[in-house]
């Protein structure tokens, strides 16, 4: 077998230990290897890499346990040819499950190049999915806030949600800010209506007569003030998302006397897309937001470089149908799993999209939801919001609307002549000619 690495070295990672084993070959073919166990205190793990360095190790593979590789990468970073590899891909032969075993195996397959190791953004790119999935942890917490909200509201008989399409807008927090304080009288509760709300105010008087107790309001109270530490702490992490946005911008040209024209995408496949540029990339897309698109940015990078192409992306997301087939005959279809929060944000944008009238990618919908269920036609249309992206990343270009009036007299035709040979086929003579403008 090939050796690709004369200098590799495979670890072992568990929450407390770290097992490394380094195999080195010398230029006659003699391979030396040696194996220690360290502890994951920054000072061991700063042991290790000397240990490493001591023995002119050049690539490092590990598996990628949980968060526990996180540290070890860390400490490694810049020393080493690192490879966090998904251990679903190294399993060891049956029989040899040792932490010692384990060290050696991935070593070996590092050294012979049968690893590959999994896309590890840089440093920048790192903290910004840090702060886009906290922030997205948060937004699902405000949600699960509101919901337990609606249901004490339900249970003192309170029927605002009837009424308002959310419970914690403008008019409805006044209302329940006023109960909570004692308010009582309806009437008075439903004159705290604002804009077009207050066209509501004789349905308003009737959901909001319930039978509020000091409990609900005590419990009520208390949601409220959850739904206020959170909505701060959203737009705490909006701030530090768009000054690492803002970090991450190109330097401003030389001369300081020339005003700066406003940021636009650079259209040279030379240079290096900025965060703000691809932002703006897959703003321009239907049913992406700029929240949205900061979440994107964040999990793929601004840059497409990693990707030989479009599909190699969706496959790496997992919004593409599997590959699983023996003997001619295909086995499944599944995605299977991937990045959950790339996939989450997908599918959240292809909702988005398919509500947006006139839109290319809501016909892609229709078209596919007549011959399949809506979450496989939702799940095409998060891929095909994938591939999108990838072409305008790439290219440097905004979202435009595909002129959909071609294609759609190309499907009129194609489904003409399929009814055509339909006939054909049961036995009828049939010629198709278009209506003339007067007979239409």
């Not at 940015?297 to 990707?307: D, K, L, S, T």
């Amino acid at each position: 077998m090939d050796l690709f690495h004369s200098h590799g070295a495979g670890l072992d990672v568990h929450k407390q230990s770290v097992v490394a084993h380094a195999r080195i070959t010398d230029a006659k073919g003699r391979v030396t290897r040696h194996t220690r166990t360290f502890g994951t205190m920054t000072t061991d793990l700063l042991n290790l890499a000397a240990w490493l360095l001591s023995l002119e190790i050049t690539h490092v593979a590990m598996e990628s346990t949980g968060e526990y590789w996180k540290p070890i990468y860390n400490i490694l970073e810049g020393s080493f040819t690192l490879l966090v590899v998904n251990a679903q891909h190294i399993k060891n032969v049956p029989g040899r499950k040792t932490d010692v075993k384990d060290a050696e195996w991935i070593c070996d397959l590092l050294c012979h190049g049968l690893v590959r190791g999994s896309f590890i953004p840089p440093q920048p790119q790192r903290d910004l999915r840090d702060l886009t999935r906290q922030r997205t942890n948060l937004v699902r917490d405000r949600a699960t806030v509101v919901n337990r909200l609606q249901k004490v509201l339900e249970w003192a008989n309170i029927k605002l949600a009837t009424v308002v399409s959310d419970v914690v807008g403008v008019s409805a927090r006044e209302m329940l800010a006023a109960i909570v304080d004692g308010q009582s009288d309806v009437t008075v509760l439903a004159e705290l209506a604002r804009g077009r709300m207050r066209e509501k105010r004789a349905v308003l008087e009737a959901a909001l007569s319930g039978r509020v107790r000091d409990h609900h309001r005590f419990v009520i109270a208390s949601h409220l003030e959850q739904i206020d530490f959170l909505d701060a702490q959203i737009a705490s992490f909006d701030d530090q998302i768009v000054a690492s946005v803002n970090e991450q911008a190109p330097p401003p040209p030389d001369a300081p006397d020339t005003p700066r024209a406003a940021a636009a995408p650079s259209t040279s496949d030379t240079d290096d897309l900025s965060w703000e540029g691809a932002i703006e990339i897959w703003d321009s897309v239907p049913g992406i937001g700029r929240r949205l698109a900061e979440q994107l940015v964040a999990e793929i990078g601004p840059q497409m470089r990693e990707f030989p192409s479009a599909a190699h992306l969706a496959s790496w997301a997992k919004v593409a149908p599997g590959n699983r087939e023996s003997a001619g005959k295909r086995l499944s279809g599944k995605t299977g799993k991937g990045n959950r929060w790339l996939r989450t944000s997908l599918v959240q944008a292809a909702h988005s999209a398919v509500k947006v009238k006139g839109s290319a990618l809501a016909g892609y919908y229709r078209r596919l939801a007549k011959r399949m269920s809506g979450k496989k036609a939702m799940l095409a249309v998060a891929h095909k919001i994938l591939t999108i992206g990838y072409r305008l990343l790439s290219k440097r270009e905004m979202y435009s609307e595909p002129d959909v009036s071609v294609r759609d007299a190309q499907r009129t035709e194609q489904l003409a002549a399929q009814m055509q040979r339909r006939l054909e086929r049961l036995g009828y003579s049939v010629r198709i000619e278009p209506l003339t403008a007067s007979a239409t």
